[in-house]
């Protein structure tokens, strides 16, 4: 999707310090971190939200899930912890609409998230 924010990031129309990346998934660091790190992982394909998901993506879905986890480790805090968000429209504060996970991890955290 040409207007997309995500969709630019991804073929480096807009500049993002992106962390990891393979066929299918791209990684990059949020612009405003909630924490030390404050990374988001994406496909390669716009999808808008998690609503617009088919069983076809079953698999895409486990990647961004296990590369969240790869990067966890690699970062240093699997162990001691890290959060990983998927926020989908208006009540849950979705501003870009190509799916994302975010993986937030560095200090410790509250739940239930406000
Ligand atoms: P969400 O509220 O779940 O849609 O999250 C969107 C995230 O994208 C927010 O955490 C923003 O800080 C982040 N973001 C917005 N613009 C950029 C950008 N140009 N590069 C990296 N992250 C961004
Ligand atoms: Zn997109």
């Given at each position: 999707m040409a207007q997309c924010l995500f969709c630019q990031i991804i073929s480096r129309e807009i500049n993002a310090t992106i962390v990891y990346e393979d066929e299918r998934v791209v990684a990059?660091?949020?612009?405003?971190?909630?924490?030390?790190?404050?990374?988001l992982i994406v496909p390669r394909r716009h999808?808008?939200?998690?609503?617009?998901?088919?069983?076809?993506?079953?698999?895409?879905?486990?990647?961004?899930?296990?590369?969240?986890a790869l990067l966890a480790k690699s970062k240093g805090?699997?162990?001691?912890?890290y959060r990983t968000v998927f926020n989908t429209n208006r009540d849950a504060?979705?501003?870009?609409f190509h799916i994302h996970l975010h993986l937030i991890g560095g200090r410790s955290m509250h739940w239930p998230p406000g």
């Open positions: 990059f660091n949020d612009i405003n971190p909630q924490g030390p790190t404050h990374v999808i808008a939200t998690l609503n617009d998901l088919s069983e076809d993506d079953d698999q895409m879905v486990g990647e961004l899930v296990r590369r969240a805090f699997s162990a001691s912890g504060g979705q501003t870009v």
